[in-house]
């Protein structure tokens, strides 16, 4: 089986570097072609510069990219040529956009799964992602052979779309999440308790402590920023969680509260950031200076 990969952002980059270790991926494709040419010289694997070609010489398609709209304009006009074969999308996207092209992949005869991941960066490059995977249940064993390199949970959740409806739940959770840890950061630390003491409640001994807070508090003492998991795409998972909840009828007041948070934050300019940083939102509120 011939595997491609499209997308060498900040996830497909290290989930290429691990299926080309484990002799699973023949060809890549970035847009900014600098990016393809690095991953080809680093790992030996062919680059093209065109889409087409790309969809022409595999059997199976992997894209990881960044929202609905890369998604959309890089997968529908390669529609014509997906005959046959397997597309498996890993980005986080709407799952409304998602299933109207994979019945667009389907009316073509080929198939598409939704296989939105649950990990950052690190979790990419230690191979512990956990694959949530949407779409025709009949390849989904093909599918898991590929994945299980870069994967080490891999869980069906019914047709297209369920895979990014799980992805959204986990989302809604931790994007909520990390305001509130924001929150109560900035507030223990203003009231004068050192920030290895609240670390230590936050992330340590506390009741809602998790590999979350694990991970977020240390970056928000440090101030350290560096992506993980880029503001700007929280921003639009809470968007897209918001009108999912819209056409379902439910209410999402906590989601769409932690939504607003995040947009000030870009407007601070931290979009590309981590999501941590949402921290400096509270900072910039306070009527009290804090570290
Ligand atoms: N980072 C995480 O921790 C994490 C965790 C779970 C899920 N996710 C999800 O995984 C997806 C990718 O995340 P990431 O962090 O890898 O993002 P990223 O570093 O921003 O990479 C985005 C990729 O999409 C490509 N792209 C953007 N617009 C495009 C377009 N119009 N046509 C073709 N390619 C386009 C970019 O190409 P260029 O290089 O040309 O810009 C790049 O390869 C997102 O949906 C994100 O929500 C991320």
């Given amino acids: 089986m011939r595997v ?13 570097a691990n299926l080309v270790k484990a002799g699973k991926l023949d060809v890549v494709y970035n847009r900014t072609v600098s990016r393809a040419e690095q991953f080809s010289k680093e790992y030996g694997v062919k680059y093209v510069t065109d889409p087409k070609e790309l969809i022409k010489s595999v059997d199976l398609l992997i894209t990881m990219l960044a929202d609905d ?24 996207i709407s799952p409304s956009t998602s299933i109207s092209i994979a019945n667009e992949i389907m009316k073509n005869g080929g198939m598409m799964y939704d296989a939105p991941v649950i990990g950052t960066s690190i979790f990419a490059e230690q191979k512990k ?4 995977l949407g779409g025709p249940e009949s390849h ?10 870069t994967a080490s949970t891999i869980i069906y959740m019914g047709k297209n779309g369920m895979g990014l409806y799980a992805k959204l739940v986990n989302n809604l959770m931790v994007g909520v999440y990390v305001a509130a840890l924001a929150e109560a950061y900035n507030f223990g630390i203003s009231a004068g308790l050192k920030p290895e003491d609240v670390h230590k409640v936050l992330a340590l001994y506390g009741s809602a402590k998790s590999p979350t807070s694990e991970l977020k508090v240390p970056k928000m003492m440090n101030s350290d920023y560096s992506t993980q998991f880029a503001t700007k795409h929280m921003r639009k998972d809470l968007e897209i969680i918001t009108k999912e909840t819209q056409n379902l009828h439910v209410v999402n007041p906590l989601s769409s509260l932690a939504l607003q948070l995040y947009r ?3 407007a601070l300019g931290y979009s590309e950031s981590d999501y941590a940083a949402v921290l400096e939102v509270y900072k910039k509120a306070n009527l009290v200076k804090v570290k």
């Fill in 264 to 266: 000030f934050a870009e």
């Fill in 4 to 16: 491609g990969l499209a997308g060498l952002g900040v996830m497909g980059y290290r989930i290429g």
């Fill in 69 to 92: 709209s890369a998604v959309s304009s890089f997968l529908l006009p390669l529609s014509p040529y997906a005959k046959d074969k397997i597309i498996v999308d890993m980005s986080t």
């Fill in 140 to 149: 989904v064993n093909t599918v898991t052979e590929i994945l299980k390199e």
């Fill in 129 to 132: 992602l956990t694959v949530l």
